[in-house]
DNA sequence: TAGCCTTTGAAGCCG
DNA sequence: CGGCTTCAAAGGCTA
């Protein structure tokens, strides 16, 4: 396996999301200084990767020191060692009493996954905190996890101050004899729940509301330090039956632990509810100190019922459905099997870095603003995402490639085979095909000339220079196109770029990049956020802008609400008012024959954004 | 109600 | 090996 190669710079995709994206950087952002000292910067970022990637089996103290955040971690790894031994020393309960602050008994974490300040301090403003749960078998052993989620925890996003958050946690104090009795865990309700193996998730009070805890989880707390002393795990917890080698191991801290109502993405295994990470502190400390070939296989893992976030039972699949459908016309035998198939859980994929940030960052961008659609949420995402810096999107890939480690571990035999349908056998919703004239580039164009936004939709995919060029002419692609990645020729405009005078948005917003840019795409290109990226002030002469753009200024920022807003002016927490609707509606009106999902698609885009991303785009004379 | 949309990244499949 | 496809999250939307 490639993760386990300790020196391979290719298990992460790390490196060639970096270099790509150094590629992609060049014409995304726009660099004011100079670009030696850009280089050096993303040189260094890329061997953050690469070390992280590198050494992902060396130390993991060498993480700890690459990790940013440090006074939180610091005081909490001390804090959580206090009450270890104090736990071991009394196990008098005393769960949720006295919560020194609204969120006890959690961990109040800084929200590193807003604004970022250069010195890796947290604005003032980014200091939203997160209650992580203790409810965690801590355990003198369990450095490694407390090195591993220390990793993470900083880069928890949380909304706090939430008054209902504050309520629900209050109201839920009192952990449900539901909670007690059933082998449900107890649900913590959040709009998306919890991937198991990333703490990076947002996390509100209400997902770890007192009721989650169960009795033995009940910790007792530090009125002090407000962290919840962690059980004594000498009891197996009726709730987390822990296999004989679990002791000692440490329950994953953050919500997996409660699937969401409704969303039974992490349903309980019949086989009971245990540490959904039973090795996680052995593979969390082999992960870190041992190469991951070195670690025993606990092939047992996941049949042990333990609700690993990851596993989702096919009964809450839609192929459950339908095999039930199938069921009643099948043979018993055929019952049999399908009910082994239905209690076979589904172990879902590591998340990626982008999905980890997407998770992130996803309840900040939809508080920032109005949208709650997806798609749109996700483009936003997805822009911000290339605004990282390479220092803030290594943390992301570290996070992912410690998530496909300790995946790896947890499930020694699972592939994403596994969950690969296409071609095998079962259904599966299959992405509609697009013709390539059936994208929404033009109505992109339409819609979105001047954006900083890149073309959003199909045009923007990666094959673009395939599309322009075809594969015989792969000479002529660009190097993220070459790569799968996002072609910078079409993010670049065609100003600029070699390709031909591209009907689509690539004039959109990047500047123009100067040919020795394009002679060396990986060049580099210096981490910018996306403050910064007020990519295109001026607007380029589009082709099909004389049907799109009204004479007459337009702002267009992403702190328009999407679709249902984005025909209304909208607010954003930056106190901009985005007038959208003289946009969009111009551009509606004159591209009344668009189809709807292009303006839906537009719309999408003019997501919002806390930093102003706005153009304010000259008119075309 | 299943699937689409939309993003990036990882990984599997196929030629 | 390169290209394509699927899946991972997520919630509104659509057929």
Redesign the pocket.
Known sequence: M??LNGGGGD????N??LI??KDEGEQEEKISENSSAERDLADVKSSLVNESETNQNSSSDSEAERRPPPRTETSFREKARESLEEAAKRQDGGLFKGPPYPGYPFIMIPDLSGPYLPNGSLSPTARTCVNVPLDLHLTSCCSPLMQYLQMKWPLLDVQTGNLQSRQALKDARSPSPAHIVSNKVPVVQ??????PLTPL?TYSNEHFTPGNPPPHLQADIDPKTGIPRPPHPPDISPYYPLSPGTVGQIPHPLGWLVPQQG?P?YPITTGGFRHPYPTALTVNASMSRFPPHMVPPHHSLHTTGIPHP?IVTPTVK?ES?QSDMGSLHSSKHQDSKKEEEKKKP?I??P?????LY??EM?AKVVAECTL????AI??I??RR??ALSREE?AKY?EL?RKE?QLHMQLYPGW???D??????GK????????QPGET?EHSECYLNPCLTLP????A??P?KC?ALFG?DR?NLWCKPC?R???CIRYIQGEGSCISPPSSDGSLLDSPPLSPNMLASPASDSKPQTEQTQPLSLTLKPDPMAHLSMPSSSLVLTEGCTS??SALSTSTCQNGVLHHCQPTISQSSSSLAHLP??SL??HS?VVGVQPQPLSLVTKSLD
């Not at 998340?351 to 999905?355: D, I, K, W």
């Not at 709650?372 to 798609?375: G, L, W």
């Not at 259904?427 to 697009?434: A, I, L, Q, Y």
């Open positions: 490639p993760q298990d992460l995709g790390a060639d999301e790509s994206f959040h709009p998306h729940h919890v991937h998730i969303q993405v990851a839609q459905s589904h879902k994929k998340l990626n870095a982008f999905m997407m998770k996803r709650k659609e997806s798609a996700n483009q995402l997805g995402w290339h999107q890939y992912a496909r592939s994403a085979r969950n690969y349908v296409g071609g095998y259904k599966k919703k299959r992405k509609r095909d697009k929404n073309p959003i939709t199909d923007n995919t094959k395939r594969l792969q070459r799968k990645k996002k679709k249902s709807t999902s839906h698609s999408s």
